[in-house]
């Protein structure tokens, strides 16, 4: 092996360590593992002891290729969107392709 081809393996190598760990990064909303191929689940985030509310807003984040990301995931926008006033709990909702794609929702249940 020359020089010149274990230099450009080692950056090959170093560069494909380096998109999967920062792949692993994005991809772990609060509180989860996550998968470093495929995700695609939905949890509780917060929750509260007053009864479920009749009304659901939610707000969302897309990424693409871990370059651009666009879109609101408050909590204060998820509520706002269908003027709840008192939150009786939060789920979100996440699914991503590797590094190419990735969808965070946020859910907002109250009255």
């Known amino acids: 092996m020359t020089v010149k081809g274990f230099v450009s393996m080692k950056v090959f190598f170093f560069t494909s360590l ?27 985030y917060l929750t509260f002891q007053d009864q479920q509310g009749p009304l659901t807003g939610t707000s969302d984040a897309t990424c693409y290729a ?3 990301c666009l879109g609101d995931t408050s909590i204060y926008t998820a509520a706002k969107s269908v003027e709840i006033k008192k939150i009786s709990s939060v789920e979100y909702r996440y699914k991503s392709i590797f590094i190419f794609y990735s969808k965070t929702t946020i ?3 109250g009255f």
């Open 66 to 68: 871990m370059l651009v």
């Open 107 to 109: 859910i907002v249940k």
């Open 18 to 44: 380096y998109l999967l760990g920062l792949s692993a990064c994005v991809s772990v909303p609060p509180a989860t593992g996550g998968a470093l191929f495929y995700n695609d689940y939905e949890s509780n």
